[in-house]
Antibody, heavy 118, light 107 residues
Framework: EVQLVESGGGLVQPGGSLRLSCAAS????????MNWVRQAPGKGLEWVSY????????YYADSMKGRFTISRDNAKNSLFLQLNSLRAEDTAVYYC???????????WGQGTLVTVSS | EIVLTQSPATLSLSPGERATLSCRAS??????LAWYQQKPGQAPRLLIY???NRATGIPARFSGSGSGTDFTLTISSLEPEDFAVYYC?????????FGQGTKLEMK
């Protein structure tokens, strides 16, 4: 069974940093591209970042570029998102999602909540 | 950046009725269009990819159509569990974006 489990969320002050993790199981992690998607409270879905299966291709949404860094460790079946210079508007549930052929996301984790507040 | 506009924002229907949800792209996305369902407190679930292909385990009452800039998600006969928020998503030049969502509510 495919499972994606996010962790690392929490309360952080404006300007602070967090590192989110996503532990994958039930599939060959190294064969799939992965993504982060976020959802602010009561709002819609917002794509954050993409990383290819081999780590060689990385993309970010414009509003996240320069502050967020996506990475992965295929040996540990893990995906990461480093969040820096956090702002109140970054408050959201952050989901990791498996990419199928760069067209859609077929499996999602349950999300981890990041709250940016003083 | 390609913007996806979904309509209507809210759709009020009864079980057994047919639902038609629209997604319009600001420029052509070919057939790189997916649809998701999200229920409160849950992660999104993939319904349709490549505009018209049902994802694994998705009932046949869900169908997708369209290409270029205009896309439709149709639910042929609503079941009680279908009332949720639906999002479309596109990929262009390695960048993804989502529509703002359509809330399908029970009348």
């Amino acid at each position: 069974e495919v499972q994606l489990v996010e962790s690392g969320g929490g309360l952080v002050q404006p300007g602070g940093s967090l590192r989110l993790s996503c532990a994958a199981s039930g599939f060959t992690f190294s064969s799939y591209s992965m993504n982060w998607v976020r959802q602010a409270p009561g709002k819609g879905l917002e794509w954050v970042s993409y990383i290819s299966s081999s780590n060689s291709i990385i993309y970010y949404a414009d509003s996240m570029k320069g502050r967020f860094t996506i990475s992965r460790d295929n040996a540990k079946n893990s995906l990461f998102l480093q969040l820096n210079s956090l702002r109140a508007e970054d408050t959201a549930v952050y989901y990791c999602a498996r990419d199928i052929g760069e067209v859609a996301f077929d499996y999602w984790g349950q999300g981890t909540l990041v709250t940016v507040s003083s | 950046e390609i913007v996806l506009t979904q309509s209507p924002a809210t759709l009020s229907l009864s079980p057994g009725e047919r639902a038609t949800l629209s997604c319009r792209a600001s420029q052509s996305v070919s057939n790189f269009l997916a649809w998701y369902q999200q229920k409160p407190g849950q992660a999104p679930r993939l319904l349709i990819y490549d505009a018209s292909n049902r994802a694994t385990g998705i009932p046949a009452r869900f169908s997708g159509s369209g290409s270029g800039t205009d896309f439709t998600l149709t639910i042929s006969s609503l079941e009680p569990e279908d009332f949720a928020v639906y999002y479309c998503q596109q990929r262009s030049n390695w960048l993804y974006s989502f529509g703002q969502g359509t809330k399908l509510e029970m009348k």
